[in-house]
């Protein structure tokens, strides 16, 4: 939101009040109070009738820094959103006439020797960033006094912003108005599912600003040398969190709102729909899954999308009879087909449903100021809300939970949790319902995700999300929709996927061929490729089922191939999986996470690694032409064996791909585990029967393996020295064929023991 009339001028309407100096300051063990008022106290009657800004600073974890910016000191509100905060003792210097407050290498500094008011946060004794003289504001709309309060933080020459969640906008955000508010806006436009208040910038920090309602961001476009941020209210409260990289960053953001769960490892595989307004039934199903089967083309999941109820009915989780009579008995047999089966929930009962009543009887649903339920016709006829506040209603709305997954259910894809009321609505614990709107869906996940966990067990439980905020990366996997069958929608996806990715969350899906329109049998064997290089990989559409034979025999081709190439991959990818479970750095990751020191990788939105170790570039049209960039060491393509001798500062690269390649490069230095006969993801990975060691250089490396469940089994240590290669399998516990890939060449190896020297 903006306040100003260009650099110089307040916009018509609006009163701004600033900080003009530290006049007074109380240091306690993990907070300091810092007492800054709107005008320069010279003498006694400055102090009258003018008002002030209560500065609290905090630190809930080492190298973070908490700000909390109060005009009035109100009642708070809920929610409030569910962080780590460990109180961390603040360190305290005052000399050169400033206060100095540190938080291991990150400080604060303020002038305290009556200058200008302004905050410089410094890591190492660098400034990062600063709160200038003048940023900070307390603003009133005049017309009817409704109060704001504003933050600007500099941004550097050549600083770029990142992240704010799914957005579809351009991947870096400098230049752009973001208002952080739940939408159900499609892919391709401004709105957004998935709304984080957070950014990561390439110049070692990133900064979560902690206010569960809309917070408006003005990324260098109304200042073009800051960041504003600005809420309705009397308090913002934000945190600075240093890294200095940008995988540091994340992992001390996620230190503070929560690590991404570690989803079950056979999550990973083939999720097959049934679409969304497809006309489907049990038979209609199993036709799909045996088609799989016929054609060798493994499949991990079975997902019913909303029509497994009556239309008018949703939510009542009660199968439709009349497409499904014996809905225990398919899943059974889905099961004993070796898949896991999810449905589809969303949040809301229709007034159809056969809990509507229930629900409005008991104050199960958010109402209205005068107790009427909230009701709307979007989606279902008659809708009411669960309200999550209410402890009675979601016990309720996870029995049914529970007594679907009695009869077999694995998962469930949660749907909707960002058209939620603002106006009007009540809560049960008298929340704020402009804090709710966001915040809902941590509480709507939080509460499916809690039955798989009970029901399931640690490491078992998969949430198939659609919207998210702070720390919903805790209930994974999150998907990217509802995108168009064309080839400029799916790198929309891409694009909302990787600034997803730099917001805390772990791992993502997006729909193969696109969620509107018909897809091509262009497009689906290409959105094929990408999406079994993605962490997560769903075939769903809208109006189309997404079998392949729907499209042509290379389709089927195309699908089986990389299905085969993703749960090979897997002995890596489940370990890399761990990683972003236990660092918080997430699966899929912008060129720019992995390659902070290059400047080359700064801008790319079209191409990714998947795990540190695999370079992927998706082809975005139908010539089958794609150009890249390759930073600096030698890579191969894993599925042609192509060999890219880049130098240091890399290299940019157009090829020309059939429907069955494109390129994957193993980084140099890269040992992968495969099992190219592999039938699902959750397999035993220390028993895959290839190790492809890619450009090895002298030294040692390693590559940890991890069983199925995530648990960590050991290590391969490869070592080089004097062109010889030592090789250390002992973690496996079977003897794998070795392929050696050196420069263009490919030698293969079989091991005697676990300990030997390859010649």
């Known amino acids: 939101m903006k306040f100003t009339n260009g650099y110089w001028l307040t916009k018509e ?8 100096q530290v006049y007074d300051y109380k240091i306690n063990d993990d907070n300091v109070q810092i007492y800054a008022p709107y005008k320069k106290i010279n003498e006694r009657g400055d102090t009258l009738n003018i008002g002030m800004t209560t500065v609290s600073v905090t630190s809930p974890l080492k190298n973070v820094i908490g700000i909390k910016l109060t005009h009035f000191d109100q009642l708070p509100k809920d929610p409030s959103f569910d962080l780590n905060d460990q109180h961390v003792k603040l360190a305290t210097a005052t000399d050169d006439n400033t206060l100095r407050i540190q938080s291991g290498d990150l400080s604060a500094n303020f002038p305290i020797d009556g200058s200008d008011f302004e905050i410089n946060f410094e890591a190492n004794g660098q400034v990062i960033t600063k709160s200038e003289p003048n940023a900070e504001g307390e603003i009133t709309k005049t017309d009817d006094q ?35 508010v739940q939408k159900d806006g499609g892919t391709g436009s401004e709105q957004a599912y998935k709304n984080i208040p957070f950014y990561i910038t390439n110049k070692g920090y990133g900064v979560f600003v902690n206010q569960p309602e809309t917070v408006s961001f003005e990324v260098a476009s109304e200042n073009t040398s800051r960041v504003q941020f600005s809420i309705e209210g009397e308090s913002l409260e934000y945190y600075v969190i240093y890294g200095p990289t940008p995988k540091e960053i994340l992992s001390n953001y996620t230190s503070l709102t929560g690590k991404p769960a570690l989803p079950p490892a056979w999550s990973f595989g083939l999720w097959l729909s049934t679409s969304f307004t497809t006309d489907y039934s049990e038979k209609t199903v199993m036709k799909f899954i045996d088609g799989m089967k016929e054609r060798n083309i493994p499949l991990d999941v079975f ?25 225990e008995g398919l899943i059974s047999r889905i099961h004993d087909k070796g898949l896991k089966v999810c449905v ?52 309720w709305y996870k029995d049914y939970l529970r007594e679907l997954m009695d009869i077999g259910v694995d998962a469930f894809k949660t749907d909707f949790g960002e058209r939620i009321p603002v106006e009007d609505a009540v809560y049960y614990d008298g929340s704020d319902p402009k804090r709710m709107h966001n915040y809902y869906t941590y509480l709507y996940n939080k509460a499916v995700f809690d039955v798989l966990l009970e029901k399931k067990g640690e490491g078992q439980a998969a949430v198939f999300a659609r919207s998210a905020t702070v720390g919903s990366q805790k209930f994974p996997v999150h998907w990217g929709g509802d995108n168009l069958s064309r080839y400029v929608s799916m790198a929309d996806s891409l694009r909302g996927g990787l600034s997803f990715l730099l917001s805390g969350f772990g791992f993502w899906s997006h729909d193969i061929g696109g969620f509107e329109d018909n897809a091509s049998a262009d497009i689906y064997k290409r959105w094929t490729q990408f999406g079994l290089l993605s962490s997560h990989s769903r075939y769903h559409g809208n109006i189309e089922y997404r079998v392949p034979w729907n499209y042509d025999e290379e389709a089927v081709d195309v699908t089986r191939k990389f299905v085969k190439n993703k749960l090979a991959l897997m002995p890596y990818l489940y370990d890399e999986a761990v990683r972003t479970h236990e660092t918080g750095v997430p699966l899929m990751r912008p060129m720019f996470l992995e390659f902070g020191e290059d400047q080359n990788t700064y801008h790319l939105d079209t191409q990714y690694m998947l795990g540190a170790d695999l370079l992927v570039a998706p082809i975005f049209n139908d010539q089958g032409t794609v150009k890249y960039y390759i930073p600096g060491g030698k890579w191969t393509n894993i599925l042609t064996n192509q060999v890219y001798d880049v130098a240091k500062n890399g290299e940019w690269i157009t090829e020309k791909y059939d429907y069955l390649n494109l390129p994957l490069l193993a980084r140099q230095n890269s040992i992968l585990l495969m099992n190219p006969d592999a039938e699902h993801a959750d397999y035993d990975y220390a028993k895959a029967p290839e190790l492809h060691l890619y450009q090895m250089t002298e030294g040692t490396h390693t590559q940890r393996v991890v069983d199925h469940l995530g648990k960590v089994l050991g290590e391969i240590k490869v070592t080089v020295a004097d062109g010889k290669i030592t090789l250390d399998v002992s973690a496996l516990a079977a003897m794998p064929k070795v392929y050696v890939h050196q420069d263009d060449q490919v030698k293969e190896f079989t091991l005697e023991n676990a300990k030997s020297t390859l010649n």
């Open 146 to 180: 409704t109060h704001y309060m504003r933050e600007q933080l500099s941004i550097g020459i050549d600083e770029l912003v990142y992240g704010l969640g799914e957005r579809f906008t351009s991947f870096v955000k400098n230049g752009q108005v973001v208002d952080i």
């Open 13 to 20: 309407g609006f009163a701004v009040n600033n900080p003009k």
């Open 303 to 327: 997902h019913f999308d909303c029509f497994w109820m009556k239309g008018f009915e949703w939510t009542s989780f009660e199968w439709d009879k009349d497409a499904f009579p014996d809905p």
């Open 344 to 395: 589809w929930l969303n949040p809301y009962i229709s007034q159809k449903s056969r809990l509507f009543k229930v629900g409005k009887e008991k104050g199960y649903f958010i109402k209205h100021s005068d107790g009427n339920v909230w009701q709307w016709d979007l989606w279902q006829a008659g809708q009411g809300v669960v309200d999550f506040t209410n402890p009675e209603a979601t016990k």
